[in-house]
């Protein structure tokens, strides 16, 4: 498929659009978070578990990702456990450490939410050449690399 003849843009306006996407997402995250019952830091690790699938994270390991410290992320296991949406289970290579999967019933009622999202973004990618969705797909890794390390390097909640 041939792309769609684009605008021709500054960096400085691709910041500002990604600004405005940002903006939109985390608008969006809290209005989602509600209608799940859950506040958005819950909300994000939840989406953590499930990015993780059957590779099921340590506590330490939604921390980490979460950028929360371990104490912090006990709290949100327990509200996710009490709300039904995770399961922990035991370690089978340390059994002093726990697992984190996602509950089939919360998973589903969670891709349900998303659903008609994820179409609307496939419409839009429908738009787009292989070339540029390599591109738009090889900037936001790299975005997402960049902006990982940055919390990492200025960031850190034990720092």
């Known amino acids: 498929m041939q792309g769609t003849p684009r605008p021709a843009a500054t960096p400085e306006q691709a910041l500002s ?14 209005e989602i978070a509600q209608q799940a019952g859950l506040n958005v830091t819950d909300l994000t690790c ?3 578990v499930i990015e993780a699938g059957e590779d099921l994270l340590t506590a330490g390991d939604l921390a ?6 371990t104490g912090a992320v006990t709290g949100i296991l327990n ?11 035991p370690d089978p290579a340390d059994r002093r450490r726990v697992r984190v999967a996602a509950e089939p019933t919360a998973l589903a009622r969670v891709q349900e939410v998303y659903a008609p999202y994820y ?6 990618f429908a738009d787009y050449s292989a070339d540029e ?6 900037w936001l890794s790299r975005a997402s690399t960049l902006a990982a390390q940055y919390l990492e390097d200025h960031c850190r909640p034990d720092a």
Do not use: C, K, P, S
Not at 17 to 30: C, E, F
């Open 17 to 30: 659009a990604m600004n405005h996407l940002i903006a939109t997402h985390l608008v969006g995250q809290q």
């Open 133 to 138: 969705i390599a591109v738009l797909h090889d």
């Open 46 to 48: 939840f989406g953590f």
């Open 119 to 124: 179409t609307r973004m496939n419409d839009l």
């Open 79 to 89: 509200r996710l456990e009490r709300a039904g949406y995770i399961t922990r289970r």
């Open 64 to 69: 980490a990702r979460a950028h929360v410290t």
